[in-house]
């Protein structure tokens, strides 16, 4: 029998370099001096997280552990490197040696060293989005699945399936909704695609992105001497941002600590808002139970924000029951309360947010310094319109604007083609839609119904203008000459081009002909939902906007009336996305709160807080689900560092019901009105005569004017801006 012989550690006498009590307040410091063991730090928004853990990683190493005993988790390479670059500042030496990086990253470096355990060489390729989808494609053929056929999971759809059942540790029947859900009738072809996908990449040699985990993972459980060599070696490991981590990221962390259970958590359960991807809130809420003994710190002192709006903060979280309770306390002298705006319509909330943008940078703020946040892109339809009518630049975080979105132009083609029938591009849109229907077919078809639709040329009857009133008459339905070139149709398309034909003809019927909203909804019962869920990510945040698009065009009278705002929204989009390649320019941001999350702008508007929207209807089904929404009112609240406006319109066009009054969020009935501070919009100033009405950048003429709060004596000076000023 082996004799075990105990080596206590020898620590030389410690002249630190740092004032870590100086530098640092009493809960950073507290926290960053902590003694060995599982620790959870609860960073609150704005309260110095990432100071913490690189002062933390300094801390250890001025004590005497090894730069490359130490693991720095993070979930961007770029947060990674920073925090290594402070620490060499610090410290003032080079620390190559310490191991920081993404999950991912950290993954492919150990992987490199051992993936021939697990069947794979050493120099492995880790496939991009664009190679899964091929070899997805590739699968799908292999496995015999006529997807013209049948309406099976494009190799978009199934990557994100198959991702999702990784990272949550959930059965492909779990992610899909089983008997219940879109493919209940293809769960088996779609398994027979999982296996051949896992077998072609081991002889490929390829590995996914979630690959580099799950494999990291099983390296670490099946061959003992690797975990061991890897729990000795990490003697201390931090990871940033822990609530935003999924089960398998937390099993990873697990093992790894394992021996020396050296884990600091840091991250904040009130910002735990990614449960869509992925992100496991149990993870944080539960972490002291998962490891015993562990040390709680909350770190509350906010340097971002007024006191004003952490007061809001504070007690728009308190709500949630299940959460570490925590108050932020403002580091910053006092400032305006957050201001409670309410608006008549969505117009009108965008004509306040034009407005006040322009006011706040007439008083200094920079247009790059101000945010306007939203649950969903759906949400500023309105916004950017006023925006772009007024000529104030603005740029969304998403990179892609609303009418730019492929589902928003398959939709659009279906009322395109029943408004104008002579539009090829519409129509070779809808055709390629079709399963069987590539670009030959669809040019064969189009020839077709070109040649019964529009006989010649120059013989277009049913779009000449009538001898009586100058009208155009009613265009011809569509529906019927659809139907009479079915048989040009490729036969494994003859199913969907017969439900293509039906969805025409309903959309054209007097009911619903001249209707946009009713021709919409009627596309996505009909047919266009099930293409959305077979066909796009994220399919039900795009069936949500194309919901909400819906509601925004029952506000036309006239289907031509939409598709003109449609058109001209969207050659505006592209007019400025182009414009704005290599300029410098400061520019309004309009962002989802999701994406904003880690940022902070001077002036933040949070609009559309109507119950049903945000929170969002789906949302609130569950208590889970409510609460989430409820700390992404949170984030929304804490992004703001020195004025926040909350708005929300009264109204709102609903279909078949016109104007329908939209109750408030009910995160505005669960804070006291002391917290905030109601503004009026009052009406327009009459036009003086001989004044010009035209719209400027700088004041709104002819739909609303706003005075100032408390003075509703005093609104907005009518004289208009010189047309020739450049107010940019």
Not at 684 to 698: A, E, M, Y
Request: contains cysteine.
């Amino acid at each position: 029998m082996a004799r075990e012989y105990q080596l206590n550690p020898f620590r030389p006498p410690v002249n630190l370099r740092i004032d870590y009590a100086r530098e640092l307040n009493s809960q950073q410091h507290e926290a960053v001096t902590a003694p060995p063991g599982p620790c959870l730090v609860l960073a609150g928004a704005g309260a110095g997280k990432t100071r913490t853990l690189t002062y933390r990683v300094a801390w250890l190493i001025e004590h005497g552990i090894p730069a490359d005993r130490i693991l720095l988790l993070t979930f961007t390479n770029k947060s990674a490197r920073e925090m290594m670059e402070r620490v060499a500042d610090l410290l003032g030496g080079d620390f190559a040696d310490l191991w920081g990086g993404t999950f991912h990253s950290i993954g492919v470096r150990i992987l490199r060293l051992h993936a021939d355990r697990l069947g794979y060489r050493r120099d492995f390729t880790i496939a991009d989005r664009e190679d899964v989808k091929d070899l997805l494609n590739a699968c799908i053929t292999d496995a015999g699945i006529d997807v013209k056929a049948v309406r099976f999971p494009k190799a978009e759809a199934l990557a994100d399936l198959f991702s999702m059942q990784v990272n949550t540790g959930r059965t492909l029947e779990e992610v899909t909704g089983g008997d219940e859900g879109p493919f209940a009738g293809v769960m088996d072809s779609i398994r027979l695609v999982q296996r051949k996908y896992a077998e072609r990449k081991r002889q490929a040699g390829l590995m996914d992105f979630d690959d580099l985990l799950v494999l990291w993972l099983r390296l670490l459980q099946d061959f003992p001497d690797i975990a061991e060599t890897y729990q000795r070696r990490f003697q201390f490991v931090l990871v940033d941002e822990y609530q935003d981590t999924n089960v398998l990221q937390a099993t990873l962390l697990d093992v790894l600590t394992l021996r020396h259970r050296n884990l600091m958590a840091v991250g904040d359960d009130a910002q735990s808002i990614y449960s869509w991807r992925g992100a496991n809130f149990a993870n944080i809420l539960k972490f002291p139970e998962r490891h015993a003994g562990a040390k709680v710190f909350k770190i509350e002192t906010n340097y971002r924000s007024t006191p004003e709006i952490l007061a809001l903060a504070n007690a728009a979280i308190a709500a949630n029951l299940r959460q570490f309770p925590k108050a932020l306390q403002a580091a910053r002298p006092p400032g305006q309360k957050p201001a409670l705006i309410v608006a008549t319509d969505a117009r009108e909330q965008a004509a306040f947010i034009a407005q006040r943008t322009l006011e706040l940078r007439d008083e200094g703020i920079p247009l790059d310094e101000i945010c306007v946040l939203y649950r969903s892109h759906f949400h500023a339809l309105e916004l950017q319109m006023e925006l772009t009518r007024r000529n104030i630049p603005f740029v969304i975080t998403s990179g892609i604007r609303f009418f730019e979105q492929a589902h928003i132009k398959d939709v659009a083609a279906y009322l395109k083609l029943i408004a104008n029938p002579a539009d090829e591009l519409a129509f070779k849109r809808l055709a390629r839609m079709l399963p069987g229907v590539g670009g030959k077919s669809a040019d064969t078809l189009w020839a077709a119904f070109s040649a019964r639709f529009l006989p010649s040329s120059d013989s277009t009857p049913e779009l000449e203008a009538s001898d009586n009133d100058g009208a155009l008459p009613e265009a011809r339905p569509v529906a019927p000459e659809l139907a009479a070139i079915s048989r040009k149709v490729p036969k494994k398309a003859a199913a969907a081009w017969a439900q293509f034909t039906a969805t025409i003809a309903q959309c054209e019927h007097p009911d619903r002909r001249g209707q946009p909203g009713r021709q919409i909804r009627w596309v996505l019962e009909a047919d266009y939902e099930d293409y959305l869920r077979t066909t796009y990510e994220n399919a039900r945040n795009r069936l949500e906007d194309l919901t909400q698009l819906a509601a925004y065009a029952d506000s036309f009278a006239d289907t031509t009336l939409f598709l003109s705002e449609l058109a001209l929204q969207s050659n505006l989009e592209a007019e400025q996305n182009q414009s704005r390649e290599g300029d410098d320019e400061e520019r309004l941001r309009l962002s989802t709160i999701h994406q904003a999350k880690g940022l902070e702008f001077r002036a933040v508007f949070v609009i559309m807080l109507c119950d049903g929207l945000f929170p969002s209807g789906r949302s609130t089904e569950t208590a889970d689900g409510e609460e989430e929404e409820r700390r992404l009112f949170y984030v929304a609240l804490t992004r703001a560092k020195d004025e926040l406006y909350l708005c929300r319109p009264l109204l709102r066009f609903l279909p078949g019901m016109g104007e329908a009054f939209q109750p408030a969020s009910r995160f505005l009935g669960e804070f006291s009105e002391t917290l905030v501070e109601e503004w009026k919009i009052h009406a327009p100033v009459p036009s003086l005569p001989g004044r010009s009405t035209h719209d400027t950048p700088s004041r709104i003429r002819g739909t609303r004017g706003l005075g100032r709060p408390g003075d509703p004596g005093n609104p907005p000076d009518p004289d208009p801006v010189d047309e020739g000023e450049d107010p940019f």
